[in-house]
Structure formats: structure tokens, C-alpha cells
């Protein structure tokens, strides 16, 4: 059985990969799992996987609308559960706020705020029971890919975030032209 690879996959199987080499139950925060998703592209020279998630540019690194989309599907699925928590960073606050100019009209754009939040992803039972199905099938029709994703998710999946966003920056300086993180200062100027 030859199945296309969509961006919800991508994410469970991070996920679970996150979730069975680390023994963490929740994966921490949606701007990790951009870069993440952004170095096995990179990294792992995964054509298919850049084209589904188009990254560009931004305030914060690699930025992909996709990310968010696939994520919230999984939540509505009920693949994933998010637990939104309370995050003092000028940083997410600023990520989250450009998801929503992407998603809403003009007029619904909510006030600036000086906090953001942190998304952790949990698999429940029923969404790990879907990544289990799924890495045997990718075992079989793309083992490179499922190879990557373990490799990319044990390599950067426990670093602290800036230590993951500095990474980024001076790997793929392109992508830090347009951010505002201090990471990026002098980089690219």
C-alpha cells in the first residue's frame, strides 16, 4: 500500500516519535514543532516534506501557516489534545498574533498583547493508535522519511527552544532576515 504523506501525518508521527524517545507524554509548544518540521525538510533534504509545509521567512524563523492548520485538525480529530498554557514571551505572542492576521478578517483581529501562550501536544489514545498504523506503513513505503523524522526529533527535540531557534539562524541565515528575535540581530544585517 503506496499512501501519500500529508501535513497531519508528518505531525502525529512527531509526536510520537517525541513521545517515545524522550517518555514525555506532552510536546512543548507549536513554535519547536515549526522548527522541527523545518529542519527534516532541511535537513534531511525531504522535498515533499518542504512543499507541504512552504516555509518563509519571518519574524521568528521559518514560519508555516500549514503548521497551525495540521494541528488544529489533529486537535479536532481528537488525534491530539492541546493544553494552552501561559507563556510571558514578546516572541510567541507575536508568532500567534500573525497565525491570526493570516486566519481573520481585518476588524477581527484581537488588541496587541504583551503575552502569549504555549501550546503542549498530547496524543490520546486514539491518536496513538493512528501513528502506531502509520509507522508501519511509512516502515514500509517511505522508511527514509520515518528514519528523518526519529533523527530530527532525537537530535533537537529536547534542546531548549532559543537554543534550537539560534541553531536555525546560523544554519539557514535566510530564514532569519525578516525575524525580530534578538538570536537574528547581526546575522543578516
Known amino acids: 500500500m503506496n499512501i501519500e504523506i500529508d501535513r497531519e501525518d508528518v505531525l502525529l508521527l512527531i509526536f510520537d516519535a517525541y513521545e517515545r524517545l524522550f517518555h514525555k507524554a506532552s510536546f512543548n509548544g507549536v513554535t519547536r514543532l515549526e522548527k522541527l518540521i ?6 534531511g533534504d525531504l522535498k515533499d516534506i518542504d512543499n507541504l ?18 494541528a488544529e485538525f ?14 510571558y514571551s514578546y516572541f510567541l505572542a507575536e508568532e500567534e498574533k500573525e497565525f491570526q492576521r493570516d486566519i481573520e478578517t481585518e ?9 502569549g501562550h504555549e501550546r503542549l501536544f498530547a496524543l490520546t489514545d486514539k491518536g496513538r493508535a493512528v ?8 516502515e514500509k513505503d517511505y522508511p527514509e522519511h520515518l528514519r528523518k523524522i526519529d533523527t530530527i526529533v532525537s537530535r533537537y527535540g529536547s534542546l531548549p ?3 534550537i531557534i539560534r541553531y536555525v539562524y546560523r544554519r539557514f541565515p535566510k530564514m532569519a532576515e525578516k525575524s525580530i528575535h534578538p538570536e537574528a540581530q547581526g546575522l543578516t544585517r
Do not use: H, M, T
Open 38 to 43: 523545518f529542519l527534516l525538510a532541511a535537513e
Open 53 to 70: 509545509f512552504a516555509f518563509r521567512a519571518y519574524k521568528f524563523g521559518p514560519y508555516s501557516k500549514s503548521v497551525y492548520e495540521a
Open 74 to 87: 489533529l486537535e479536532s480529530a481528537d488525534f491530539v489534545r492541546v493544553e494552552v498554557k501561559p507563556y
Open 107 to 115: 476588524d477581527d483581529i484581537p488588541e496587541p498583547i504583551s503575552s
Open 131 to 138: 501513528a502506531e498504523k502509520l509507522r508501519l506503513v511509512w
Open 161 to 163: 527552544l532559543n537554543q
